[in-house]
């Protein structure tokens, strides 16, 4: 990551790092903290992001971002194309298979959960 761009784009920014702070909810130590050590939360990043009027994307290494951008075109290319029916009209049926039984395994699993509860507040 590059968070050191935070602090470049803040010194052209009225306010600067406390602004962007106070604008985002969070401390001016803690933002400092987070630039220094290179490591902040997503919904953080995106905040400033917004705020500095930025693309997120930025604030990623060329790597993360070649792999964004691909997984990006590869993505929207092999979206399964879906119709009134629900029928699949492409390859991805083996993972349409596997979501589904992902989605029964936890549909089962809040059975059981529920089982459970009542029968300890019978007791």
Do not use: W
Not at 16 to 40: F, P, T
Not at 67 to 95: C, F, G, H, R, W
């Amino acid at each position: 990551m590059k968070l050191g761009l935070i602090r470049n784009l803040c010194e052209k920014r009225a306010g600067g790092m406390r602004q962007l702070a106070s604008d985002i909810g969070m401390s001016e130590a803690n933002l400092h903290r987070c630039v220094n050590n290179n490591k902040i939360q997503a919904a953080d990043l995106e905040q400033i992001a917004l705020r500095l009027g930025v693309d997120i994307r930025q604030f990623f290494d060329d790597e993360v971002k070649a792999l964004a951008n691909n997984t990006d075109t590869q993505t929207s290319a092999s979206m399964p194309i879906v119709d009134d029916n629900y029928e699949i009209k492409n390859d991805n049926n083996e993972l349409i298979s596997l979501c589904r039984t992902l989605v029964e395994n936890y549909q089962q699993r809040d059975d059981v959960m529920n089982k459970l509860v009542s029968m300890i507040s019978c007791l």
